[in-house]
């Protein structure tokens, strides 16, 4: 239609419009319509089947978890930096404030950004943050490492232990894949809009589900993996599905970070991964990574020699390896391993430093350690009485002195300085010829007759029937300048004892006698676990019975019982079949075994020994070690600044408890004997009640607090009044020790 002298330009503008409208309405309405009902419709499905995958799963006790596990985390931080001033670096344990005090284990805490507190931490925090203060600069006092040394490594070993762990898990006994929506991940609608809302609710939750095992999932249930359907097995198939996608993968960088630190779990398949996250957050993860393999080395109250690229990282191990081992030199357990380890990381490490020309460990750690190595390991090493094998003595001492004086051969300094360096009183270790064959033939067992003896280089071969356990046996042994211990050992008809005796024999150096003990007592074992390949759960089951409560790829749960009403609990950590960490009710066992565990030898084919071994393992006395001489000393220091003497000296396992009355108050008090320090003093009520502690009544036995010892002879009621008015108050009654009826908080006190 044209402009016209009938039609001008204003009314061929409205007919247009008119005819649009009109075909609109018209004559394409229908597919109009249609078009958008079919539009509404498909958003309305996609709502739909969104809204049915997040009504399938909990998602309410999910969210409900991580904000709890959050709130912890806020909380506990929160405290440490507006109460105390004391960072929180990296989150791994429990932290318990209590007021001016707070508890911590596992976690990594800098003071003032001066030093890193050990494994296990806590005290009066101002007193904690003056450390801070005083330690600014290069040049300290043995009264200031004396002073780090009681109030940071010691005083915090003597708290009520709590559990390690703070966060929640939710336990699915479902599958993974299937409860979370993923099979679509295989499929050709993984990109579709309910698919990859099911992968974002997954990289979103997945690092606070607990898996027990994929025995627990059906056979009928599909996974992305054709077989297993671990957490971490779920996590390798969907990664491929994610790098990719910078939002998806941030997600999964991050949860695998949280993931670490709910979970304690440290694998290489997770390094790879993370390996393509950005920068920032790989050193994240790697911080975290090293943090966690730290801690679990401190699970199994035991440690390796590595050090790390981060200071605070070597600061934290040192001093957790410094307080382990006063630990356990004070409950005079076997400190070989333990003590081996140390001596191991500053080796190491100091000769990375001597490579680099860079400071891996600063200024005050180094002296810190000078001085405790002088007044704890060497004097410990050097004593008759020391829970160390003879034979590993004078190899432990002269990597203690390399470390204070250097490496003869300049590999490395030593952090003792020119002036203050230790002496060397050990004796030279002169090399000998000895004739191994010789010796080897002095002390002869009398149970097996030898048939031949065959000496090559350093090495001695000998070949005996053994008349205990029937077996042809074959041996090779060497001498390490003190005794004979065996390299390997070949048993023709036993294939299995061979290979499982020799695993053993690969972790440690042991005598040819224990060689035989260790062939005698895993004889049966290692029939059992030929190869392995019998279900570790189904033997477990049909050892201890009714005593297994729970047995699940990762962890078993068994319960001793005592009698009916109570009983100790075992958890034993698995991964792959080996043996990662235990946990038991009663801390006193725990630590008795942790103790004499020797890690290096749980494998795959030792775990189910191992596993027997804890559980029947008996608790010990150690009280064998408090002689005559311990007794004297412990009473003759008593008498010179309490002018009497104790009325009874105990020992309860390793610790010493000393009873005394001062003006009719009965009073108890912990002694140590290396620190000569009386703490843990408490109110003795006798049968009445049970002790109550006086929180900051502690008396250093020296001339430094003879004033401080005197006035609380002359008066312990008034002394006491000015530590704890209000305990004074409950518990005293016309200056007499009285027991309330009513039922006191002792926290408060």
Known sequence: MKESIFLNRKQLAVIRWYLLIYRLLFQYWVFVFWGIISVLLLLLSFSVQ???????????????????????????????????????IAFWGMVKPENSWFVSQDNLLSVGGKFILPRIAGGETKKITNFGQIFSGDLYQNSDFSSFFQEILV??????????????????TENVVSYFGLDCLKTKSAGSFVCQSSLTKFLE?????EVPSTSNVSENTTSIGEEDNSLLDVLTQI??????????????????????????????????????????????????????????????GASDGKFY?????????????????????KWTAQVETIL??????????????????????????????HWYHQNLLLPYLRDDHAKVSTEQKNQLLTKLLQIENGDKNSLFKGIAKK?????????????????????????????????????????????????????????????????????????????????????????????????????????????????????????????????????????????KAIDTASGVNYRFLLKDNVLKGIEISDQTLQQQILSELDRKAVNRDTTFWFIQKIWNYELKSNDSW????????????????????????????????????????????????????????????????????????????????????????????GYLKKINSRMVDVYFKDGKLTAPVRNIDQKSE
């Not at 708290?159 to 699915?172: A, E, H, N, P, Q």
């Not at 996250?277 to 090293?290: A, G, I, P, Q």
Request: proline share 2%.
């Open 239 to 300: 990664y491929p599905k994610v790098r990719y996608s910078h939002e998806k993968k941030k997600l999964f960088c991050n949860g695998v970070i949280k993931y670490i630190t709910y979970w304690w779990t440290v694998n290489s398949a997770l390094t790879d991964m993370m390996a393509s996250c950005d920068r920032e957050t790989f050193k994240e993860y790697s911080f975290v990574k090293d943090f966690s393999e730290i801690n679990n080395g401190f699970l199994w």
């Open 419 to 559: 002036d203050d360096s230790v002496a060397q009183n050990v004796q030279e270790l002169i090399e000998q010829k000895v004739d191994i064959e010789q010796l080897f033939r002095a002390n002869v067992p009398v149970q097996f007759i030898l048939t031949s003896s065959v000496m090559s280089g350093d090495v001695l071969t000998v070949r005996w029937e053994d008349q205990v356990t029937n077996l042809r046996i074959e041996a090779e042994l060497a001498f390490n300048g003190a005794s004979l211990y065996v390299t390997k050992i070949s048993i023709p008809k036993d294939k299995n004892l061979t290979e499982y005796v020799n695993t053993l024999l690969s972790t440690d150096k042991y005598s040819f006698l224990k060689m035989l003990s260790l062939v005698k007592d895993n004889q049966e074992i290692a029939q059992a676990n030929q190869k392995f390949e019998i279900n570790l759960c189904a033997m477990i089951q049909k050892e201890f019975g009714e005593s297994v409560k729970k047995c699940w790829k990762t962890e078993v749960l068994m319960i």
């Open 340 to 369: 081996t380890s140390y001596l191991d990381f500053w080796t190491s490490l100091l000769l990375k430093e001597g490579e680099r020309d860079t400071q891996l460990l600063d200024s005050f750690s180094k002296q810190f350690s």
């Open 309 to 329: 690229n981060d200071l605070r990282l070597n600061q934290y191990k040192l001093f957790s390896l410094q307080q382990l081992l006063y630990k356990q030199i």
């Open 626 to 717: 408090f002689g005559a001489k311990e007794q004297i000393l412990v009473n003759d220091a008593f008498v010179k600044y309490f002018k009497q003497k104790p009325k009874k000296v105990n020992v309860v396992w390793g610790v010493i408890k000393i009873y005394f009355s001062i003006k009719e108050i009965d009073f108890i008090g912990q002694y140590d004997l290396a620190t000569n320090r009386l703490s843990q003093i408490s109110l003795d009520f006798g049968e009445v009640r049970k002790p109550i502690i006086v929180q900051r009544l502690v008396f250093d036995l020296n001339e430094k607090s003879v004033d401080q010892i005197n006035a609380f002879l002359l008066d312990p009621i």
């Open 50 to 88: 969104a809204f049915s995958i997040e009504e399938s799963i909990n998602f309410g006790d999910i969210m409900r978890i991580k904000e709890q596990n959050l709130n912890n985390k806020d909380e506990y931080e929160s405290f440490m930096r507006q109460e105390s001033g004391i960072n929180l």
């Open 155 to 172: 005083e915090p070993l003597s708290f009520t232990s709590f559990r390690t762990k703070v966060f929640d898990r939710f336990l699915l």
């Open 205 to 209: 939750n997945f690092f606070v589900l």
